[in-house]
């Protein structure tokens, strides 16, 4: 079955800074990837997502890289904001099962002032 | 509109005991599935429910765990003889019907945080 790797597990940057979290997959039939944003406590929220006909997607400060020959995907967050401070997961949806997420072990994001 | 909700928020039970946590997915929504997030852990699969077919039970842990849709909309995970290890938030989400072009993306419910004493 399908497996995400995520890395890193924690990072920190200072504000204004970018950041760049990276998830790796085994399914090469995956063809779903979204990112989802975890603040303390809340639910998880979509923020970013891409499809594997795609190779990059960019919502403001905020893109996404898929390399379906590497089986990689990149989350990007540029000109980071104390208010990006979270933990970010990744997440694939292999093809024909269903659409249930198989998550990475998510990034403990911190933006420092 | 509404979201997905969850109850109980909050649910604190002692090993042995029987517990059922509730889902309510957004109205329209004909997927719906459940997961679980250990303390400091990521998200992991439990069962998936889509309009009238059978189950993805692939996820459940163990036969201690079951869950019921029942007409398509509410959803009940039950955890039977609770264990400590069974401790984590309990999330649930929905999706669109499929063909939609958000159709893959999941709204989650806010968690039924389950402590077992």
């Known amino acids: 079955g399908e497996n995400v790797e995520q890395h890193p597990s924690t990072l920190s940057v200072q504000e204004g800074d970018s950041a760049v979290i990276k998830c790796t997959y085994s399914?090469?039939?995956?063809?779903?990837f979204p990112w989802y944003k975890q603040e303390l406590g809340k639910r998880p929220q979509l923020i970013i997502d891409?499809?594997?006909?795609?190779g990059e997607k960019k919502d403001q400060r905020i893109a996404v890289t898929l390399n379906k020959t590497a089986k990689h995907f990149s989350l990007h967050i540029t000109e980071t904001q104390p208010e990006d401070s979270a933990v970010y997961f990744c997440?694939?949806?292999?093809?024909?099962?269903?659409?249930?997420?198989?998550f990475g072990q998510g990034t403990e994001l911190s933006v420092k002032p | 509109g509404a979201g997905v909700s969850q109850s109980p928020s909050n649910k604190v039970t002692e090993k042995g005991k029987d517990v059922e946590l509730r889902c309510d997915p957004i109205?329209?929504?004909?997927?719906l599935y459940w997961y679980r997030q250990s303390l400091g852990q990521g998200l992991e699969f439990l069962i998936y429910?889509?309009?009238?077919?059978?189950?993805?039970k692939s996820g459940l842990p163990s036969d201690r765990f079951s869950a019921e849709r029942t007409g398509g909309s509410v959803s009940t995970l039950t955890i039977q003889r609770t264990q400590q290890e069974d401790s984590a938030v309990y999330l649930c989400?929905?999706?669109?019907?499929?063909?939609?072009?958000?159709?893959?993306?999941?709204?989650f419910g806010p968690g039924t945080r389950l402590t077992v004493l």
């Open positions: 989400a929905s999706t669109q019907p499929p063909g939609g072009s958000s159709y893959n993306e999941q709204f």
């Open positions: 399914d090469s039939a995956s063809n779903y």
């Open positions: 891409i499809r594997s006909n795609v």
């Open positions: 997440a694939a949806i292999p093809r024909d099962q269903g659409g249930k997420l198989i």
């Open positions: 109205s329209g929504h004909t997927a």
């Open positions: 429910f889509q309009g009238n077919s059978a189950p993805d």
